[in-house]
């Protein structure tokens, strides 16, 4: 695909800084923002576009999902239409690195909000075969934007920006009970990814961003603007 490209999937609880760690990443040159470009994807390569293997098994796992669990819904067409447009941007975009910071990690915790990931075998299952086609399917980086959830409640408090499902919570008892599950959901994840080739890095994201993605780019090879 492309000459390269290099896909970092970025995930982690609200306000844990992956959108501004993502602004942080990326430069004209050498990197692009997923989902920056909007256009529609010309017909004649949607069909070189189109990872049949992966995308049924990301159907099967929001198939079991027991809040999302439908076949014909608004959250399979976003499933389908995001495998095809980022296969379509790491093949056509001539970029060394595409940043993700709402991708596959991401879009499981939101299928399964509430529920414990890791309580049903056969879905865990699931979840590692999709893992497996994601990265046979691309050369992707997995990185967990991991922060304290003291530090993630005052961020999500002071932003002030009811945009988000957590954002709209008043209740600071219950915003901190809704963090610590998530975060736990995205821990479980964390552990699956590990365990397969390519791993996942973890990083904190406590303090500042810039000098968290300082570090990032070094890791990663890439350069830093």
């Known amino acids: 695909m492309g000459r390269n490209t290099k896909v970092i999937e970025l995930f982690g ?16 040159e050498t990197c692009l923002t997923f989902g920056e470009n909007k256009s529609k994807i010309p017909f004649f390569r949607i069909i070189t576009c189109v990872p049949l293997n992966l995308i049924f098994f990301a159907i099967l796992v929001k198939l079991q999902s027991k809040k999302y669990g439908h076949l014909f819904d608004v959250y399979t067409y976003r499933w389908i239409r995001f495998i095809v447009r980022l296969t379509y941007t790491v093949k056509y975009s001539q970029k060394d690195y595409i940043v993700v910071d709402h991708g596959f990690v991401q879009s499981i915790v939101s299928f399964e909000h509430g529920i414990n990931l890791l309580d049903d075998v056969a879905f865990e299952k699931k979840v590692k075969k999709l893992i497996s086609l ?16 003291a530090v993630a409640v005052q961020r999500i408090v002071a932003r002030n ?22 975060k736990q959901q995205y821990e479980s994840l964390e552990k699956i990814i590990c365990e397969m080739k390519g791993g996942c890095m973890v990083l904190n994201m406590d303090g500042h961003v810039n000098a968290v993605a300082k570090n990032l780019c070094l890791k990663l090879g890439m350069e830093f603007l």
């Open 161 to 182: 920006r009811p945009s988000g499902r957590l954002d709209v919570i008043t209740d600071k008892t219950r915003l901190v009970k809704e963090y610590i599950f998530e």
């Open 134 to 149: 994601v990265l046979k399917n691309f050369s992707i980086q997995f990185v967990h934007c991991d922060v304290d959830v």
């Open 13 to 28: 609880v609200p306000a844990c800084g992956k959108t501004t760690l993502k602004k942080y990443l990326c430069n004209a």
